[in-house]
């Protein structure tokens, strides 16, 4: 059993920056991925970017250079820093692992970035 708890976000300007953090509790370890995924409304849910199972982080091309993944598994914690925030990244982000098979989800966190 998992439970991934997000936090961190908030209204913020264009251009600005937010680091989110999700808390991993349960079975979970170092080596277990991880990704964040984000909904705008009336959106599907799409893949942000992900750290694997031995370190590699990838981003998709909506974040790239701007968005940073980082995990500190001393506090079991994953986060995702946000700079240079556009308007576009307005949504709620989720962080998601996978374990024997298993999805499992944050409630989630709302970034809202004005312009």
């Known amino acids: 059993q998992v439970q991934l708890v997000e936090s961190g976000g908030g209204l913020v300007q264009a251009g600005e920056s937010l680091r989110l953090s999700c808390e991993a509790s349960?079975?979970?370890?170092?080596?277990?991925?991880m990704d964040w995924y984000r909904q705008a409304a009336g959106e599907q849910r799409e893949w942000v970017g992900g750290?694997?199972?031995?370190?590699?982080?990838n981003y998709s091309d909506a974040v790239k250079g701007r968005f940073t993944i980082s995990r500190d598994n001393a506090k079991n914690t994953l986060y995702l820093q946000m700079n240079s925030l556009k308007p576009e990244d307005t949504a709620v982000y989720y962080c998601?692992?996978?374990?024997?098979?298993?999805?499992?989800w944050g409630r989630g966190t709302q970034v809202t970035v004005s312009s």
């Open positions: 998601k692992t996978r374990l024997y098979g298993a999805d499992y």
């Open positions: 750290v694997s199972r031995i370190g590699i982080r």
């Open positions: 349960g079975s979970i370890s170092s080596f277990t991925a």
